[in-house]
């Protein structure tokens, strides 16, 4: 992993068994795909480095009213859900909605607990 992610470092050794059981499960088996999901992985999550969104209160509030806010699934009021779903796991899931669609798919409770998606197996298989 390290020949296509030459910065991920220690994270490679911590995220390369998650990301091999997501790759199964999700049927990412042939050359070509493993080398574009592990692209992609790579570029969302600076190279394995963040499994959560960098910026401070003024850059998040972008996600917390507005069309975006809105596109996003987020509630309409300024209450912080734009913080509370900033983009986290190793390709960034954003918004409510996402949260919400990401955690019946993987059967937690990502509305409640957006945290779970900063743990290295649900990271992987948000992906």
Known sequence: MLQILPSAGQKAGVFAPVLNTAMSKYQIVTVPR???FIAQVGHESGQLRYVRELGGSAYLSKYDTGKLAER??????ADGDGQLYRGRGLIQITGRANYEACGEALGLDLVNHPELLELPQHAAMSA
């Open 72 to 77: 996003l699934g987020n509630t309409p009021e």
């Open 34 to 36: 493993v080398a574009a």
